[in-house]
């Protein structure tokens, strides 16, 4: 397992910007995808984007042209751009690590983001 911490939550007004990061404990690069997701207040959590090992990249489609994912191997950290934030992108947003070949993953504890004027 490898172990995930977020940062870059906070308040932002609509139309805001905000970067997230997940910093993990190490070894991420080429045997790590990497994933952010959310949940919502009564919602289920679910999966907001994810990077692969390789740099290929998939989004919600509701983010879509205003988030984006990326990854820094020589860093450990994966990080989340959030641009043209709304108010339904409310939510506490987590880090999802999964090791090639393996049926689980490592989350991280999660960080708050809420996006109201």
């Known amino acids: 397992q490898v172990q995930l911490v977020e940062s870059g939550g906070g308040l932002v007004q609509p139309g805001g910007s905000l970067r997230l990061s997940c910093a993990a404990s190490g070894s991420i690069f080429s045997i790590y995808h990497m994933a952010w997701y959310r949940q919502a207040p009564g919602k289920q959590r679910e999966l907001v984007a994810r990077i692969t090992t390789s740099g290929n990249t998939n989004y919600k489609d509701s983010v879509k042209g205003r988030f984006t994912i990326s990854r820094d191997n020589g860093k450990d950290t994966v990080y989340l751009q959030m641009n043209s934030l709304k108010p339904e992108d409310t939510a506490v947003y987590y880090c999802?690590?999964?090791?090639?070949?393996?049926?689980?993953?490592?989350w991280g504890q999660g960080t708050q983001v809420t996006v109201s004027s």
């Open positions: 999802n690590a999964v090791r090639i070949g393996s049926s689980s993953g490592s």
